[in-house]
């Protein structure tokens, strides 16, 4: 199990008081250990081909490709969350990507971290298999 019983944080509006950019660090945590534990159990080997692959998924680039599979699916919360996280100010990019493919990513990481701040799992679950063409 990705969450336990109880939120990391309990209320709603605590929650929509962190910024887009901190719900983006923990978003970006979130979806490497989900892409991390499918990989595992999807193409058990060793701990450099399995490196290699995640490398694969966690990128600007793969992420803002998810990011596209999955925004028609989003309720309108979400792509509210989504569009925060996208339209949040950047310091840097990546030299591997653009800047529309990092602030696509970086509403993706921003909208799995609500998702898993609000405990919203079965949701997480829904939108990585969806992000994974699954």
């Given at each position: 199990?990705?969450?336990?019983?109880?939120?990391?944080?309990?209320?709603?509006?605590?929650?929509?008081?962190?910024?887009?950019?901190?719900?983006?660090?923990?978003?970006?945590?979130?979806?490497?250990?989900?892409?991390?534990?499918?990989?595992?159990?999807?193409?058990?080997?060793?701990?450099?081909?399995?490196?290699?692959?995640?490398?694969?998924?966690?990128?600007?680039?793969?992420?803002?490709?998810?990011?596209?599979?999955?925004?028609?699916?989003?309720?309108?919360?979400?792509?509210?969350?989504?569009?925060?996280?996208?339209?949040?100010?950047?310091?840097?990019?990546?030299?591997?990507?653009?800047?529309?493919?990092?602030?696509?990513?970086?509403?993706?990481?921003?909208?799995?971290?609500?998702?898993?701040?609000?405990?919203?799992?079965?949701?997480?679950?829904?939108?990585?298999?969806?992000?994974i063409g699954e």
């Open positions: 199990m990705l969450i336990s019983k109880e939120k990391p944080v309990s209320a709603p509006e605590d929650i929509n008081r962190i910024s887009s950019l901190a719900l983006a660090h923990v978003g970006d945590a979130v979806y490497e250990l989900l892409v991390r534990s499918w990989l595992c159990k999807k193409e058990p080997g060793r701990v450099s081909d399995i490196h290699a692959r995640t490398v694969e998924y966690v990128n600007a680039s793969a992420q803002a490709d998810a990011a596209e599979r999955i925004i028609d699916a989003l309720s309108e919360q979400e792509r509210s969350v989504f569009k925060r996280g996208r339209n949040a100010k950047v310091n840097s990019v990546p030299h591997n990507s653009t800047i529309a493919e990092y602030h696509y990513s970086t509403g993706l990481e921003t909208l799995f971290g609500w998702l898993y701040l609000n405990g919203d799992e079965k949701r997480i679950e829904e939108l990585f298999h969806l992000c």
